[in-house]
């Protein structure tokens, strides 16, 4: 069964909310896209199409897809602010939740954070992993500009390893882009250069060295992590802060991450598929504002059994989704995410 990592929610009332809320202008393009903009660039886009669920659904069909892992996309729930964060990130986890339950064979959830509270945001992880049944959280590559590995999130990613609850990382726009206000290159280039600069910090604060026991799955094939190893390794052997939080070359660490095949590049995949083997690599269309097909995988020279993990298999182990791992015909739907002990068998199996 095919199951796309990288897929997204979008949906009418978080789109007319975040344009009041965060002051964006809607221009819309020649051939049907609406881009809703802010200071030279573009915060999020759209066509009509996205907000049919009945015509994803049938894309899916034409495309043998079996199972799309949704979550909201950038700017996600961060523009928002204390009580009205919260407020959004529960309303957008229970759409996702009401989606997936429509359709349990079709789509697995991902949930979004209001991580400008903690406390509310260890709340939501138990509504996301209980009442709402989801399959596991997507968090930015920054928080409205604060690192990832900032101290005050330290009790979130400690009860995200607890529940051994995936994470999707998907990239935010650098904190600082004042430079790069032309050409989209906010999203074209800043996307992976936050990516990159998100998970560098992750491994050097030892985030991964405290919390090994949870999936930490990178979008776009990580950015640029994987070609920056080796000077990743240098300053853990040149520099004393480098090493202050970890105790093994930062390329180890990153060899047990995830990444997604978004990057959509043959020669990209084939190097990620030999520094991070086959069991770490999954599919994803960055669907519907891409929409890739298969073919970025299947044209890699590797085997048909590494195909099948890396278009369906690996995701399916990692969600904990009760279907078949191969890549062909529909699945038997999803298994409770709370069955965290068998989920973290599977986990163990794959470090």
């Known amino acids: 069964m095919i199951i796309d990592i990288h897929a997204h929610l979008v949906d009418r009332h978080y789109v007319d909310e975040l344009v009041a809320d965060a002051g964006l202008v809607a221009q819309t393009t020649a051939d049907g896209q609406t881009l809703l903009r802010r200071d030279g660039h573009t915060v999020l886009w759209y066509r009509e199409s996205m907000f049919d669920v009945d015509a994803r659904l049938r894309d899916m069909d034409a495309r043998a897809i079996g199972m799309r892992a949704l979550c909201f996309s950038t700017p996600n729930v961060y523009e928002w602010r204390g009580a009205r964060q919260i407020e959004m990130a529960r309303y957008m986890n229970d759409v996702t939740a009401q989606l997936v339950r429509r359709h349990p064979d079709r789509f697995a959830g991902l949930g979004s954070l209001p991580l400008d509270d903690v406390p509310a945001s260890l709340s939501e992880l138990d509504r996301i992993t209980g009442e709402l049944g989801l399959h596991g959280v997507m968090i930015g590559s920054n928080v409205a500009g604060l690192p990832l590995n900032h101290p005050g999130f330290e009790a979130v990613w400690a009860r995200i390893d607890a529940l051994r609850l995936p994470v999707f990382e998907h990239p935010m726009f650098p904190a600082h882009t004042a430079d790069m206000e032309e050409f989209e290159l906010p999203l074209r280039v800043g996307f992976v250069f936050d990516t990159t600069l998100a998970a560098a910090r992750l491994i050097y604060s030892g985030i991964f ?16 992590l994987l070609m920056i190893l080796e000077r990743l390794d240098n300053g853990y052997r040149l520099f004393p802060d480098c090493r ?6 930062p390329s180890e660490y990153a060899k047990r991450l995830y990444y997604d095949t978004a990057s959509f590049y043959g020669p990209a995949l084939t190097m990620a598929h030999g520094i991070v083997g086959p069991e770490h690599l999954l599919w994803g269309s960055d669907d519907p504002f891409i929409g890739a097909d298969t073919r970025h995988v299947d044209a890699l020279q590797i085997s048909a059994a590494d195909k099948a993990k890396i278009l369906g298999g690996n995701a399916a182990r990692l969600l904990g989704l009760g279907i078949e791992s191969n890549t062909t015909g529909k699945g038997r739907g999803a298994a409770p995410p709370q069955a965290a002990a068998g989920r973290a068998a599977t986990i163990e199996e794959a470090k």
């Open 209 to 224: 060295e405290r919390y090994p026991n949870f999936p930490y799955i990178m979008a776009h094939t990580g950015g640029a």
């Open 244 to 249: 202050a939080h970890i105790n093994r070359l």
